[in-house]
């Protein structure tokens, strides 16, 4: 199970959620991880070293703020001073807010700009340079449905999120006749502890169990009625990862339950 050996993989937002998910995916397949986000560090790093265990893996770990630029600069710095070069980049990190378009808080609006959609250029601008001098390298971006579909009162978010498809079409074309590839993942409902408190919310605002909640969350838009779970996205990129996937460039991979298909 080491098909990664000896590549390194840095995940934005992946203490947790979806990023912890495609981590331990990736380690399981042998490759260095580097971590990074808010909160607890040494439980998810406990779990990557664990999935990594039989190869050998090594984790490192940057708390880069992916609303800054400087940064950001400086955990591919550690990445590459560390493990020589970022062979693998997974631009995950993400946040939400939920308004009219009209009400939408300025500030919100400049946030979620900065860690869904600008991160993923600062980190793909420097992670490329060693991607092409090695003439191999995966760029994988966690977009969302929302980056093929709209929803109301999420405007930021939507636009983020087609501005990362986008992102992933330009970065796939310019290395075309190249190792690297650059591809996007967009799933719908994932049942992460930024998906569980909109779930919660809804129960609150209704009076109504948490089990409703979740049902008509994902009756409204989900027509599988289950949610997409990080280990399924993780073996999404570790497809990517893989030789099958040399010639899927610029792909938006909807792992949906059928959304978009509506």
């Known amino acids: 199970m080491s098909m990664l050996k000896g590549k390194t993989a840095l995940v934005t937002g992946s203490t947790s959620g979806i990023g912890l998910g495609i981590a331990i995916a990736l380690a ?12 607890d ?16 893996i090594e984790v490192g770990y940057h708390g880069a703020d992916m609303s800054k630029t ?8 550690y990445a590459a001073a560390e493990f020589g070069r970022v062979d693998i980049l997974v631009n995950n990190a993400g946040i939400q807010h939920v308004a009219k378009v009209q009400d939408f808080p300025v500030e919100k ?20 340079p060693a991607m ?13 449905v929302h980056g093929l579909v709209g929803s109301a009162e999420k405007s930021a978010y939507v636009a983020a999120k087609h501005g990362i498809v986008g992102l992933t079409k330009v970065t796939a074309l310019e290395n075309a006749t190249t190792g690297v590839t650059c591809n996007a993942i967009c ?3 994932v049942l992460t502890p930024l998906v569980q408190k909109q779930v919660d919310a809804k129960a609150a605002a209704q009076g109504i169990s ?22 399924e996205l993780g073996e999404l990129a570790v497809f990517f990862c893989s030789a099958a996937a040399n010639n ?14 509506q």
Not at 32 to 38: A, D, E, K, R, S
Not at 70 to 77: G, T
Not at 217 to 225: A, R, Y
């Open 28 to 39: 399981r397949q042998g490759a260095n991880i580097v971590l990074n986000g808010f909160g």
């Open 41 to 56: 560090v040494e439980a998810p790093r406990a779990q990557v070293l664990d999935a990594g265990k039989a190869a050998g």
């Open 70 to 77: 400087a940064d950001i600069e400086a955990m591919m710095k």
């Open 109 to 128: 609006w400049d946030a979620i700009l900065a860690i869904n959609l600008s991160s993923a250029f600062h980190t793909t601008r420097l992670a490329l």
């Open 132 to 144: 092409q001098q090695a003439n191999w390298g995966r760029i994988i971006n966690v977009a969302s």
């Open 187 to 189: 799933p719908g409902w």
């Open 210 to 231: 948490n089990e409703d909640a979740t049902k008509q969350l994902l009756g409204e838009k989900e027509p599988s009625m289950q949610f997409t779970t990080p280990e």
């Open 248 to 261: 899927v460039r610029g792909v938006a991979w909807n792992m949906d339950g059928g959304w978009a298909a």
